[in-house]
């Protein structure tokens, strides 16, 4: 009876054995087909022989491999571009009918005021359609903001080919190549840490700091890229305003990518990007 057991117990650890290098495998292939799903055909493995590598082995990667990978990082930015302008496009529209809603609300309260003058109605009418201006100006506030996150994004997107260029370069350093500079500071960044840097700017400019993105905001869920531990400055980097910021987070040793527009010689998008790049986290 023992010998019996003893003989089921290895068994069942063998089977175990084999389970968990199925799964390491299944794991592996799994990532890989996530990796590449998106971006290639998947390929046919019959009639092909495995290849024996030495544990030591350093995977090498073809030229033709890196040319299919780099078509898909060019399609992805293009359909990212793409899906931002249809994005955008629909802003603006929404931005034109809540304008003529402003509008509608600012006559009223024109209207009313005069009501009021001449004793027709309560204060109370007037205040009701104050708010209802308020109320117009602040929707148009935030999508003219959702606008700016967008065109943020977008002069990222359109950079990012230098940006790569200078990821793998030791902190420290500031590097520059066109629209792109990139600072890679040794100071663990977080959200919790702009209050410092507000504090800063408020003393030498005596305004707060323009701040069109704080984390992870709607626009980014939209357009699936990850911002959650970013903040985008609206100002333009050759600015004295954005020199002076620039300044103060390399002294700091705070990382930051400073992007002077989507396109050379034009300031739309421009801003300052202070904490890790935005990642792509979905597809759209």
């Known amino acids: 009876m023992f010998y019996k057991k003893l003989k089921v117990d290895n068994m069942s650890v063998r089977l175990r054995g084999e389970l968990t290098r199925c799964g390491v495998a299944l794991l592996a292939v799994a990532f890989i087909l996530a990796v590449a799903a ?3 055909p998947a390929q046919k493995a019959a009639g092909r022989k495995p290849r024996t590598r030495s544990a030591n082995a350093t995977p090498q990667v073809s030229k033709e491999e890196l040319k299919k990978l780099a078509e898909a990082a060019r399609k992805s930015r293009a359909n990212l571009l793409n899906t931002s302008s249809a994005y955008r496009a629909s802003l603006e529209i929404l931005l034109e009918l809540q ?12 209207k009313r005021k005069e009501l009021l003058a001449l004793g027709v109605i309560a204060k109370r009418e007037l205040e009701d359609s104050e708010r209802a201006l308020a109320e117009a100006q602040g929707k148009i506030a935030e999508t003219m903001k959702q606008i700016a996150e967008v065109d943020h994004l977008v002069a990222e997107v359109t950079a990012d080919k230098e940006l790569a260029k200078m990821s793998a ?14 600072y890679v500071g040794a100071s663990r960044w977080a959200l919790s840490d702009l209050g410092k840097v507000d504090a800063f700017f408020r003393l030498k400019f005596a305004r707060p700091l323009p701040v069109s993105a704080v984390g992870q905001t709607e626009t980014h869920n939209q357009l699936g890229f990850d911002h959650r531990e970013a903040v ?39 801003h300052i ?6 990642k792509r986290i979905a597809a759209h």
Do not use: K, W
């Open 273 to 278: 990007h202070i904490g890790p790049p935005s």
């Open 232 to 270: 985008d400055v609206a100002l333009h980097p050759d600015s004295a305003e954005g020199q002076a910021l620039i300044g103060y987070l390399a002294s700091q040793r705070v990382s930051f990518i400073a992007i002077r527009g989507a396109i050379q010689g034009s300031a739309t998008g421009a």
């Open 38 to 40: 998106p971006h290639a």
């Open 169 to 182: 370069e030791r902190p420290g350093l500031y590097r520059s190549a066109g629209l792109v500079v990139r």
């Open 99 to 110: 304008r003529q809603d402003e509008l509608r609300a600012a006559e009223m309260v024109g």
